[in-house]
Structures are given as structure tokens and as C-alpha cells.
């Protein structure tokens, strides 16, 4: 069974750094082809593609967020770690992290979500 | 970079056919993956591949694209059904992810 779950602060204070964790089970992404990543969601808003790491380390970041967004994993404890500088209210959104196993890069597994507010 | 076009909001009767479509230039040349939300809830991956079905996923969910519109169809609408939908793909040109505007189906 595929499981992926969020974590991390719900309230950050503007400027601080964001760090959120993707912790899941099922799979191993040390697997070929396999990737994990980063997909945010403002309230009552669209989904937003943010950034995707695969087996072999590739990584992959939205070009308009790409200088604030750092991820990385740590495949002995099946995470995922997303990390976004410099908040600001208009990053307050539900993040979640899925997994993507297949040549096209769609996510067939998805967290339940983290809802992060910044605030101050 | 990429853009994708879904129209807002999308109204149907129960059991009649709803089409929610996903515009961009020469879309027909990529893997459209369609997703449902229903609120408060994590998306659900329905179709991949412009028309591949995830186990578990009714027939009535089907997938076409060509030229610059992908489509998703779903057929004899449910109350069920009713969910805010987002297309996407993989630009193959900035090696990155593209999420559609989605759209809010509304079953009348």
C-alpha cells in the first residue's frame, strides 16, 4: 500500500523559511523511474506544479519559484524534503507532495495536504 | 512557459454527458493526466495518458486529445461526480509540470 503524508509548520511568519517533510511508504525512490514531488494549492485557487525529484536525484523547479525552492531526499528515510525561502502571505496554501512513477510525470499517489498560513 | 485553458466551471444533468476541456498550443503532441478534487480532499489521478484509466476508475471517465483541446468526458454524470477537475501535463520543452486553471464541474 502507497502512502504519502505531509508535515511541517501550519504558520510562518513573513520572510522565514519553509520546511516541509514528505514522509511515505510502498515504494522506494531509489527505483528506477520514480519521482516525488510538490504541488501547492491556495485557498479556493488552482493547483500549482512546484517542483519534483527523481531516483537518480534529478531535480526539477518551477521556473517562477526556482530561485526561492530547494528539494531534496534522504532514500533511507523514505522522504522528501521541500524547503521555500522568503515567505510571504500570497504562499499560504494547502502543499502536498505526490508520486510519480511514470514516463509522463503524472502523480498517481497524492498526500492528504499540509495547510501552511503566513502570517505574521 | 506553457500555458493551460479550462473553462471555470462546467454544468450537467445527472446522466447526461459532461466534456471539460483542456486547451494549449498543439496539446495533441502531449500526455494530458486528468485530476479530480472533490472539497477538502487531495486530488485523485482519473485519467493519464490523454485517455488511460487508473484502476478503479469507472469507465464513464474516458479521455481523448488532439490538435490544440484535450478533452475529458465523463458519461452518465452522478451526483457524485460533482468536483472541480484539472488537466496536466509535462512540457517537454522546460522539462517541468503545467497544471490547468481546472474547472468546477456542477451536477444540476
New interface residues.
Partial sequence: QITLKESGPTLVKPTQTLTLTCTFSGFSLSTSGVGVGWIRQPPGKALEWLALIYWDDDKRYSPSLKSRLTITKDTSKNQVVLTMTNMDPVDTATYYCALTKGATNYFDYWGQGTLVTVSS | ?YVLTQPPSVSVAPGQTARITCGGNNIGSK?V?W?Q?KPGQ????VV??DSDR?SGIPERFSGSNSGNTATLTISRVEAGDEADY?C?V?DSS?????????TKLTVL
Wanted: no cysteine; proline share 8%; net charge negative.
Fill in positions: 512557459s500526455s493526466h485530476y478534487q487531495a486530488p485523485v489521478l493519464y495518458d487508473p484539472y496536466q509535462w522546460s522539462d517541468l509540470g503545467v497544471f490547468g486553471g481546472g
